[in-house]
C-alpha cells in the first residue's frame, strides 16, 4: 500500500507559478513511476506529466509542455510538479498517482494509488 498526500495549490493569477508536491509513504518510493492528472468540473481527468522511477524520462501532453516540469526526489520520496506561465484553464484539481512499473503512461486507469488532490485556481 502506497499512501500519497498532494500540497501546494491555491489560487494564482494568470501568468504566475505554483509547485505542488506529493508526499508518498508506506512502500519503496523508487519502485513506482508517478504522474500528475487534473480533473476541472465535468470533465474527464486529464493527463499532465509523468517521470520514471529513476526522474530520468519524463512525458507531457502538449498543452502544459514547456510549461510544467515533473520531478522527483526518490531520497525524500517526493514528487514534484512545477507549473509556469499558469492559464485559467489550468484550473482544475491536481492529483498525483503512482504506479508499480518503470514507467507510468498517460492512461490514469494503470496508476495503482492516488492521493485526495490539491485545488489550483487560476485567475484571469
Known amino acids: 500500500q502506497v499512501q500519497l498526500e498532494e500540497s501546494g495549490g491555491g489560487l494564482v493569477q494568470a501568468g504566475g507559478s505554483l509547485r505542488l508536491s506529493c508526499a508518498a509513504s508506506?512502500?519503496?518510493?523508487?519502485?513506482?513511476?508517478m504522474g500528475w492528472f487534473r480533473q476541472a468540473p465535468g470533465k474527464e481527468r486529464e493527463f499532465v506529466a509523468d517521470?520514471?522511477?529513476?526522474?530520468?524520462?519524463?512525458s507531457y501532453p502538449d498543452s502544459v509542455k514547456g510549461r510544467f516540469t515533473i520531478s522527483r526526489d526518490n531520497a525524500k520520496n517526493t514528487v514534484y510538479l512545477q507549473m509556469n506561465s499558469l492559464k485559467p484553464e489550468d484550473t482544475a484539481n491536481y492529483y498525483c498517482a503512482a504506479r508499480q512499473a518503470d514507467m507510468g503512461g498517460s492512461n490514469w486507469n494503470r496508476y495503482d494509488y492516488w492521493g485526495q488532490g490539491t485545488q489550483v485556481t487560476v485567475s484571469s
Open positions: 508506506g512502500r519503496t518510493f523508487s519502485n513506482y513511476a
Open positions: 517521470i520514471n522511477w529513476s526522474g530520468r524520462i519524463r
